[in-house]
């Protein structure tokens, strides 16, 4: 009997803890300030995350025999709004998630020396004002923004500016007066890597332009057959009487894109192929999405998160945070940041967390975010969707791939199968379609190490969207023999964390950060200790802390 009641009242005791771990969870990230600076964005391409409508998965006969992984597979928005109900991004403390493009695509294929590919990635865009069926419909966007944030999730969607989708049968050039074909970049010179088409039949919006240029005519064609030519033309008149802008094409485009701002209130854009476009575009930019942003938020005051500005993170291929705000061409050095982005990514995090120790990594990274970069971030990724050079290709150092992307200064992106190793060696592939499997749902229902490698990402994803200091405090070493332990101090908010700690019996020292008699939680191992003489005393299986204030 007494051996039954301790079994009852241990079983009750662990359903508490983890209540009480979600009641923790999302307290903390309703209450605590968010900054962009600290976030913790998911990447998903949104046709390989989760197919939540297999209804919408052929649409334009789009049934040509491709590469392997070159195709629609079936992902998405319902996908991705079934996984937030579910609580996976909570769970992974992630709270903001960028998609892969979803405006609608070329209708079809074209083979780039890789086989037949049709733009399930979002890339190359037909028609910049309709969502492509294949990834949904505006009721699924809609209800994506409002179920994402109900859940403290801000929403990134991807612009492209840079061009229009590949040239085939069913989808004409573009006007000359809206693109070029001619020449392909070289990427040796600012010129050669702006003025020019990125690989071949790729052609390239004329950004340079302030020539008014009318419709293409397909796309009006398009619009009549589809009922909505009158409505567009109208609100093309509106933006361009109200901004005074020319009638250039990448105006047009910025008034499409800006449009999704103001109808269904994402918080950010990701900003595609940045280096390949004027500088001055991504100011002027900027000003389009930053009124689209207070429009939306002055028509749905009860939709409104909080007063956060609206976000811009660019693509500046191989800008690295040691550049600073001067990405350098060769021949040119070019600032992104000032009047334009907030951050861009960081392609050199993986290189640094090869090569150097970690400590030095996050004193680099404290140092320049607070000198060069200061009141601007950067976007660490280990893994992405082009770079084929990951941190962890073979999927053999899952735990240190975490620790190194969630505990650096800035803002980490999780790309979709990080937190459970999805393999990015898939036989068959060419090119960077090994990076661009299935999201492998299978395998984190049904392999035990597999879940431990989930439950650790979300340990230290749900620590950092709890605590803004992780991303965005001040970096001070406290100790860094016998493994890493320091700190992380905000004003309103202070961590000690450890890594590569010796499993069982750990002393540590946190006297500059916590006071003696505080009660302190190692959210990791979920021990409370107390705050004795300067230090904490306790035993874990982990060789992880990540202390905090109770």
């Given at each position: 009997?007494?051996?039954?009641?301790?079994?009852?009242?241990?079983?009750?005791?662990?359903?508490?803890?983890?209540?009480?771990?979600?009641?923790?969870?999302?307290?903390?990230?309703?209450?605590?300030?968010?900054?962009?600076?600290?976030?913790?964005?998911?990447?998903?391409?949104?046709?390989?995350?989760?197919?939540?409508?297999?209804?919408?998965?052929?649409?334009?006969?789009?049934?040509?025999?491709?590469?392997?992984?070159?195709?629609?597979?079936?992902?998405?928005?319902?996908?991705?709004?079934?996984?937030?109900?579910?609580?996976?991004?909570?769970?992974?403390?992630?709270?903001?998630?960028?998609?892969?493009?979803?405006?609608?695509?070329?209708?079809?294929?074209?083979?780039?020396?890789?086989?037949?590919?049709?733009?399930?990635?979002?890339?190359?865009?037909?028609?910049?004002?309709?969502?492509?069926?294949?990834?949904?419909?505006?009721?699924?966007?809609?209800?994506?923004?409002?179920?994402?944030?109900?859940?403290?999730?801000?929403?990134?969607?991807?612009?492209?500016?840079?061009?229009?989708?590949?040239?085939?049968?069913?989808?004409?050039?573009?006007?000359?007066?809206?693109?070029?074909?001619?020449?392909?970049?070289?990427?040796?010179?600012?010129?050669?890597?702006?003025?020019?088409?990125?690989?071949?039949?790729?052609?390239?919006?004329?950004?340079?332009?302030?020539?008014?240029?009318?419709?293409?005519?397909?796309?009006?064609?398009?619009?009549?057959?589809?009922?909505?030519?009158?409505?567009?033309?109208?609100?093309?008149?509106?933006?361009?009487?109200?901004?005074?802008?020319?009638?250039?094409?990448?105006?047009?485009?910025?008034?499409?894109?800006?449009?999704?701002?103001?109808?269904?209130?994402?918080?950010?854009?990701?900003?595609?192929?940045?280096?390949?476009?004027?500088?001055?575009?991504?100011?002027?930019?900027?000003?389009?999405?930053?009124?689209?942003?207070?429009?939306?938020?002055?028509?749905?005051?009860?939709?409104?998160?909080?007063?956060?500005?609206?976000?811009?993170?660019?693509?500046?291929?191989?800008?690295?945070?040691?550049?600073?705000?001067?990405?350098?061409?060769?021949?040119?050095?070019?600032?992104?940041?000032?009047?334009?982005?907030?951050?861009?990514?960081?392609?050199?995090?993986?290189?640094?967390?090869?090569?150097?120790?970690?400590?030095?990594?996050?004193?680099?990274?404290?140092?320049?975010?607070?000198?060069?970069?200061?009141?601007?971030?950067?976007?660490?990724?280990?893994?992405?969707?082009?770079?084929?050079?990951?941190?962890?290709?073979?999927?053999?150092?899952?735990?240190?791939?975490?620790?190194?992307?969630?505990?650096?200064?800035?803002?980490?992106?999780?790309?979709?199968?990080?937190?459970?190793?999805?393999?990015?060696?898939?036989?068959?592939?060419?090119?960077?379609?090994?990076?661009?499997?299935?999201?492998?749902?299978?395998?984190?229902?049904?392999?035990?190490?597999?879940?431990?490698?989930?439950?650790?990402?979300q340990k230290l994803g749900q620590f950092r969207a709890n605590h803004p200091a992780v991303g965005a405090g001040r970096h001070h070493l406290i100790s860094n023999t016998n493994g890493l332990v320091f700190s992380r101090t905000r004003p309103l908010d202070k961590i000690v964390a450890g890594i590569n700690l010796p499993k069982g019996l750990k002393e540590i020292s946190v006297a500059s950060v916590f006071e003696d008699g505080q009660k302190i939680r190692d959210f990791y191992s979920k021990q409370m200790v107390e705050v004795k003489e300067g230090k904490v005393r306790f035993s874990s299986d982990f060789d992880i802390v990540l202390l905090e204030k109770k």
């Open positions: 009997m007494k051996k039954t009641l301790y079994l009852l009242v241990l079983i009750i005791s662990i359903s508490c803890q983890k209540n009480t771990s979600k009641e923790n969870i999302a307290s903390h990230q309703h209450n605590n300030e968010f900054l962009w600076e600290a976030a913790n964005i998911y990447f998903l391409l949104t046709d390989r995350f989760n197919n939540g409508d297999p209804t919408n998965d052929m649409n334009f006969s789009r049934t040509e025999t491709t590469g392997k992984l070159r195709g629609f597979e079936g992902g998405d928005l319902k996908g991705i709004t079934q996984k937030i109900k579910e609580g996976y991004f909570t769970d992974l403390g992630i709270n903001a998630i960028w998609m892969s493009p979803i405006v609608e695509q070329i209708h079809g294929a074209t083979d780039e020396g890789t086989g037949n590919t049709y733009g399930f990635h979002g890339y190359w865009t037909k028609d910049w004002t309709k969502i492509d069926p294949n990834f949904g419909s505006t009721d699924d966007l809609k209800e994506l923004v409002e179920v994402a944030h109900k859940n403290n999730i801000r929403v990134l969607l991807d612009a492209v500016i840079n061009h229009t989708g590949p040239v085939t049968e069913q989808d004409p050039v573009w006007p000359e007066s809206w693109v070029r074909t001619a020449p392909q970049c070289k990427y040796n010179t600012y010129k050669n890597t702006v003025t020019c088409t990125l690989v071949e039949n790729l052609p390239d919006i004329r950004t340079d332009s302030n020539e008014d240029v009318e419709l293409p005519a397909h796309l009006i064609k398009k619009w009549k057959s589809e009922g909505r030519y009158d409505q567009e033309i109208r609100e093309l008149n509106a933006y361009f009487k109200r901004t005074g802008n020319p009638r250039a094409p990448r105006f047009y485009i910025m008034k499409w894109l800006t449009d999704y701002i103001t109808e269904f209130g994402i918080d950010g854009y990701r900003v595609d192929t940045v280096k390949h476009t004027e500088e001055y575009v991504w100011q002027e930019f900027k000003e389009d999405c930053d009124f689209a942003f207070e429009t939306f938020k002055k028509n749905n005051p009860t939709k409104v998160l909080d007063d956060t500005n609206f976000y811009l993170v660019g693509e500046v291929y191989n800008y690295a945070i040691s550049h600073g705000k001067a990405f350098d061409f060769g021949d040119k050095k070019v600032n992104y940041f000032d009047n334009a982005f907030n951050s861009l990514i960081n392609f050199e995090i993986k290189w640094n967390a090869k090569q150097m120790k970690a400590n030095s990594v996050f004193e680099m990274y404290d140092s320049i975010l607070n000198t060069n970069l200061k009141g601007y971030g950067i976007l660490n990724y280990m893994t992405s969707h082009d770079d084929g050079q990951p941190f962890d290709k073979e999927r053999a150092n899952p735990y240190q791939t975490a620790n190194m992307l969630l505990l650096t200064p800035g803002t980490s992106q999780v790309y979709y199968g990080d937190e459970s190793a999805r393999s990015l060696r898939i036989e068959g592939t060419i090119g960077d379609a090994t990076l661009r499997s299935k999201m492998n749902w299978n395998t984190i229902q049904s392999n035990e190490k597999t879940q431990k490698i989930v439950a650790h990402w």
